[in-house]
């Protein structure tokens, strides 16, 4: 294991290509560090937002005109205005505004620090996304099978959860792959709120280092290999739950 | 036995997927509006509640600072339209590379849509501003790129990449029975791409054009990270300016988002608008 560390220094001493974070293990661990910041971001903004998209979804296709009118207002506020905006203004503006404990030394210990901040509002970002999407999926079931549904005495939810949701999101998993895609790239933003994710991690390695192309690049590739791997594990998946004999 | 179909009935299958598909979704009403408005009034209103008699209230500071965050806001279009610009004509470049008939520029058109498709917006923003130097000496002429000209190039990018992207599909979504005729007409690949096919492209080309437009238009505040005067800097200053009091922040921001919300909400609008007369006709 010590090969690769030493090729890299010999590389640096060779070439000037500093990559630092390859051969110091300070700066390894703080890349790593920040790695698993991006990837528990992304997991859980994930499931978040797939979690209220469906939600969105459901109260969308229901009964209650006020609950339809205030998920309409919440995906069209949330679609039109810059999630850095909606960040900040979370971070900011809410958070400011919430009751703050006090720790044993004095300083102000808010009820939800900026990695939950930053969760938070990104899910909201990507549920508005998500709740069109799912909506144009149960578009696409046929008003039959839902009667059929009924006629078997399954209640509305119970249909939802069971023979709609699992339909629709068949087929609209290319449009939901994009918008998590999207998702991911977009938790870059927690940088504003200075969440310790990739690129601040990176960014403070290279003002140390001074290696700002090194570290650029190496930024570039670690968002490539985390977009292809999303990438790859969508398409299983949309493999696994393809429908014989229907064709997009 | 069997009943025969009514001539509107839809039969009974699975549906692919249309993403603007109905009329009555994403709009909001007369109603929703209103409740809109009344929830931010009375979101200032707790606000300035808090804020005492003492200092001005939100309102005021507001309106007292509007002229200078419009104009931020007025910066934030214009490094908008111009990376829009750029991004369009290098993008247009770039989805014919990808379209070529020759495999290495196809393949070399194919990895630069790839990566910069594929790059967080921010850091492609990172790249350009750390990595393009703030002026070039040329033939003894120095040509200066002040930070917001490199934010601007560092928005094309992902523009370029995306509309190559959407020429690439526009063009793939001719029939080819219009390269055939071109081809029996005598016209070259040439003729055929920017006399034929081109054209016929444009308006498919237009609703994806401006959902693309729309993106950036919210992505140009990522400039403030970077350090860009633009609007959400300014909202940070305005803030220090009237004393950093913590529940002026949400005010502050609320405004931000009404800007672009405002602006961006009606080229939704007209982009889901244009999408359906498109599809129908």
Redesign the interface.
């Known amino acids: 294991m010590q090969a690769i560390p030493d090729w890299f220094q010999r590389l640096y001493e060779s070439t000037g290509l500093n990559f630092t974070v390859f051969y110091d293990s300070y700066d390894w661990n703080r890349y790593v560090d920040g790695l698993k910041m991006t990837l528990i971001l992304s997991v859980t903004t994930i499931l978040i937002s797939l979690v209220i998209g469906a939600a969105g979804a459901l109260i969308q296709s229901g009964p209650s005109k006020h609950l339809r009118g205030l998920v309409n207002g919440f995906v069209v506020i949330f679609r039109n205005t810059p999630p850095l905006v909606q960040l900040f203004f979370f971070y900011f503006g809410l958070g400011t505004m919430l009751p703050a404990t006090e720790t044993a030394s004095g300083m102000r210990e808010p009820l939800l620090n900026n990695v939950e901040w930053a969760i938070i509002s990104l899910s909201l970002f990507a549920a508005a996304f998500n709740v069109e999407i799912f909506r144009s999926g149960i578009e696409a079931v046929p008003r039959t099978t839902i009667e059929a549904a009924e006629a078997l005495g399954y209640t509305r939810f119970k249909a939802y959860c069971h023979i709609v949701l699992p339909l629709a999101i068949r087929v609209c998993l290319p449009a939901l792959n994009n918008n998590l895609v999207n998702l991911l790239k977009t938790t870059t933003l927690a940088y504003a709120i200075a969440v310790p994710e990739t690129l601040y991690a990176l960014k403070q390695i290279w003002s140390e280092s001074q290696n700002v192309m090194e570290m650029m690049l190496l930024l570039l590739a670690t968002y490539g290999i985390l977009v292809g791997v999303l990438v790859w594990l969508m398409h299983r998946w949309e493999r696994a739950m393809h429908i014989p004999g229907y064709h997009r | 036995m069997t009943r025969p179909l009514d001539s509107g009935d839809?039969?009974?299958?699975?549906?692919?997927?249309?993403?603007h598909?109905?009329e009555r979704?994403?709009?909001?009403?007369a109603?929703?509006g209103v409740?809109?408005c009344v929830g931010l009034v009375l979101l200032v209103s707790i606000?300035s509640a808090q804020a005492g008699r003492v200092t001005p209230s939100v309102l005021q500071v507001i309106a007292k600072w509007a002229p200078l965050l419009l104009t931020g806001f007025a910066f934030n279009i214009l490094i908008s339209a111009l990376a829009m610009l750029l991004g369009t004509i290098l993008g247009l470049g770039l989805g014919l590379g990808l379209l070529s008939d020759w495999p290495p520029v196809r393949q070399v058109s194919w990895a630069l849509t790839q990566?910069f498709r594929?790059?967080?917006?921010?850091?492609l923003l990172?790249?350009v501003m750390?990595?393009v130097p703030f002026q070039i000496t040329m033939f003894g002429l120095r040509i200066p790129f002040p930070d917001w000209i490199k934010a601007t190039v560092g928005f094309a990018l992902p523009v370029m990449a995306n509309v190559a992207e959407v020429v690439r599909g526009a063009v793939r979504s001719l029939p080819s029975t219009q390269w055939e005729a071109a081809e029996a007409l005598a016209f070259t690949r040439r003729q055929t791409m920017w006399r034929i096919i081109l054209p016929q492209c444009v308006k498919r080309m237009l609703p994806p054009w401006m959902n693309i437009y729309?993106l950036v238009?919210?992505?140009?505040?990522?400039a403030?990270?970077v350090g860009v005067s633009e609007m959400?800097t300014l909202t940070a200053q305005v803030h220090a300016a009237e004393g950093g009091r913590?529940?002026l922040?949400?005010?502050?921001?609320?405004f931000?988002?009404l800007c672009?919300?405002l602006y961006?909400?009606p080229i939704?609008l007209w982009t889901t608008h244009l999408e359906r007369r498109f599809q129908t006709g």
């Open positions: 839809r039969l009974p299958v699975l549906l692919p997927l249309r993403l598909g109905s979704h994403h709009r909001l009403g109603g929703s409740l809109l606000a990566i594929n790059a967080p917006w921010l850091v990172f790249f750390f990595l729309s238009t919210m992505s140009t505040v990522l403030s990270i959400l913590p529940e922040f949400a005010p502050l921001y609320g931000a988002l672009f919300f961006c909400y939704n």
